[in-house]
């Protein structure tokens, strides 16, 4: 059901190159229901339970907005006591949950990818932090939203979430053994089958107007160092995409797997979509994409997501700072300030742990040139302390500020750049936590 967004070269949040990640969707279809033999013990759950959702129609009308504390609804302070329970048992609750379903299911593990690891820790995580904002209608809708339409690529359909909704209340009733009652039951009958419906009317609106996934073929394989390249591909029909957002891609080479990938140039007029990969230790699609692919190959997309995009109605100079491969999408932004012809001043803030990593500064030092409006700035620093170096320069309190790169740049970005006085609602990243993606 949830799927993580991250970069470069660890875990991270914005940016082109990371590889720990995003496996299969874990919501899957529902054939048939029956006892499980093979798990004794398991508290039967009656089906009937998990109500069916809508099929198709407009997107549900959002509930009203709650604070997320401490005037908190009586469901979610109920998710929350259930989830601070399972935390210390995640992995057990979630190795339920998937042999249940694949007891129940045999036939559904095919559209798992062929290793669970990173997809088991998934479900808890997401859930802690999809807990966490239970009440934030905002930002859980617009998380859910995108999911919806992002889980279109594996296939999921209406039909296929009553089935894991139970299969969760099962785990959930055999773990949360103190604080589990038919209140706290009731509570996440509600709030899963809320859930499930916001995602199932954003995927039925999507399908009105997008495909669940795009073949791309590469077209140009660029080894900028010995573990990063730059990869072309050639969509097989139009992608629309904003400058700063971010895809999913498959290998053949890695059925089912999923890495997320920012898009390192604006739209093009001949539809080419550029890639900045790392390969990372044990990274089965980065190394793919690294090492294996050649021209000719032919990758999978999945569709556009991010919110780290310009806003052309204003003209407040950019704040760039982009860590790593985490460059990618801060060259989008500047290609895309560039065609709309727009004086406003860029400043780039380019980081990198030795000088070998700055492998896409020739890149920006010639945009620099053509550019008289942009500041390119290399940074270079073993603990890529990149966001401490802006309080050097400045002032930036006309500045819109953009952060690309891994978790540890983002977290400490935001919190520097609000002590020199840029307010947290002109602070621009995708990171997991604050997109409530599950992290890695």
Not at 22 to 44: I, N, Q, S, V
Not at 66 to 81: F, G, H, M, Q, Y
Not at 376 to 383: A, E, G, Y
Request: one cysteine or more; a negative charge; aromatic letters at 8%.
């Amino acid at each position: 059901m949830f799927e993580a967004r991250h970069s470069m070269d660890a875990p991270t949040t914005t940016s082109a190159g990371s590889d720990p990640g995003d496996g299969g969707g874990w919501f899957t279809p529902r054939t048939t229901a029956g006892p499980d033999p093979a798990l004794p013990g398991r508290p039967e759950q009656d089906e009937s339970r998990i109500p069916q959702p809508r099929t198709a129609g407009p997107a549900a009308e959002p509930r009203p907005q709650r604070s997320t504390r401490p005037n908190a609804s009586p469901d979610a302070l109920l998710v929350r006591r259930t989830m601070e329970e399972v935390g210390p048992v995640a992995d057990k609750v979630t190795s339920y949950f998937y042999a249940l379903l694949f007891v129940r299911h045999p036939e559904l593990r095919q559209l798992f990818p062929a290793a669970m690891d990173t997809q088991r820790d998934r479900l808890l995580k997401a859930l802690l932090t999809a807990a966490e904002h239970i009440d934030n209608q905002d930002v859980l809708v617009a998380y859910l939203k995108n999911l919806g339409r992002g889980h279109r690529k594996y296939g999921t359909q209406a039909e296929h979430y009553p089935a894991v909704g139970e299969c969760l209340i099962a785990a959930l009733t055999r773990y949360a053994t103190t604080t589990w009652d038919a209140r706290t039951e009731a509570a996440w009958v509600r709030t899963y089958t809320a859930i499930s419906q916001i995602m199932i009317d954003a995927a039925a609106e999507d399908e009105l107007k997008a495909p669940a996934w795009w073949l791309a073929e590469v077209v140009s394989h660029d080894l900028r160092t010995p573990d990063i390249a730059v990869v072309t591909v050639r969509p097989n029909q139009p992608y629309p995409f904003l400058a700063g957002q971010y895809t999913t891609l498959e290998t053949p080479w890695w059925p089912r797997v999923w890495r997320h990938y920012s898009f390192a140039a604006a739209p093009r007029s001949d539809g080419l979509l550029s890639f900045h990969v790392k390969a990372v230790p044990a990274g089965w699609v980065s190394n793919a994409l690294v090492h294996r692919a050649r021209p000719g190959d032919v990758l999978r997309l999945g569709p556009p997501a991010g919110s780290m995009t310009v806003d052309h109605a204003t003209d407040a100079g950019l704040l760039c700072l982009g860590g790593g491969t985490g460059i990618a999408p801060i060259k989008a932004l500047v290609e895309d300030v560039a065609e709309h012809g727009e004086r406003r001043p860029v400043e780039v803030f380019y980081g990198a742990r030795t000088d070998h990593d700055l492998y896409d500064i020739d890149t920006m030092l010639r945009l620099q040139q053509t550019h008289p409006w942009l500041s390119v700035r290399p940074i270079v620093d073993h603990h890529l302390q990149l966001p401490y170096a802006v309080r050097d320069y400045g002032p930036w309190n006309e500045y819109d500020a953009y952060l690309s790169g891994p978790p540890g740049l983002i977290r400490s970005g935001v919190d520097a750049l609000r002590d020199i006085g840029i307010p947290v609602d002109r602070i621009r990243h995708d990171s997991v936590e604050d997109l409530m993606a599950a992290a890695n």
